[in-house]
C-alpha cells in the first residue's frame, strides 16, 4: 500500500513536469496590489478598447502571442496596447447580492400572498425589509461585484511567458 502511494506520487510529479513547461500568460498588475491577476487561455476577459470607446467588450482569450503583444480570440486579433480598461468580477460579492436580491423578492411575495389569503397584515415594516434586502443586493450585485482598472493609470497589462529554460546540451568542439 505503501510503495503504490509513493510510486503514484513520483509518476504525479513527473508528469506534471512535462505539463507545467511553458505557459504565456496575460497579466494584470493592479496599483498596491501584492497579486497579480493572471488570464490563461481559454479565460474570458471583459475590456474596453480605445477604438470601440465605451463599450465593454467579453472575450475568450485563445492565444497570446508573447513576442507580437496581440492576443487572439475568436473574434479575431486584439493588440495589448489597445486596451485601455479591464473589469473584473468578484463572485462572492455578485453571489450574496444575488442572494439578498431573491431573498428581498421572496420576502415580499410571501407577505403579498400572505395578506391577501389570510389575516396577516403587510405594513411598512414588511415592506421595508424586503425592499431594503432587495436593493442592497442589487446594489452588491450591480456595483460591488464588478471593479474596473484604467490601463496606465491603476492597472498594467503584460504579457509574460512562464517557461522553464530549456535544457542546455553541451557541445563537444573539436579543435
Known sequence: MNTTKIILIF?????????IQSQIVLQLEIK??????????????????????????????DRILLEEN??????GMLNLDDISHVQLYN??????????????GGWLLYGGLASLFSDYKFTWGTAAIGLVSGGVGLFF?????????????NAHLRILDL????????SIEKP
Not at 70 to 75: D, H, M, Q, S, V
Not at 92 to 103: E, I, N
Open 11 to 19: 509518476l504525479s510529479f513527473f508528469i506534471l513536469n512535462f505539463t
Open 32 to 61: 498596491n496590489e501584492v497579486e497579480a491577476v493572471k488570464f490563461f487561455p481559454g479565460s474570458t476577459i471583459k475590456i474596453k478598447t480605445k477604438s470601440f470607446g465605451d463599450e465593454w467588450i467579453t472575450k475568450k482569450i
Open 70 to 75: 496581440i492576443i487572439l480570440t475568436e473574434a
Open 91 to 104: 463572485g462572492r460579492a455578485g453571489g450574496v447580492g444575488k442572494l439578498l436580491s431573491v431573498f428581498g
Open 141 to 153: 450585485d450591480k456595483v460591488v461585484s464588478r471593479k474596473k482598472y484604467t490601463i496606465g493609470k
Open 163 to 170: 517557461s522553464y529554460p530549456a535544457p542546455v546540451t553541451p
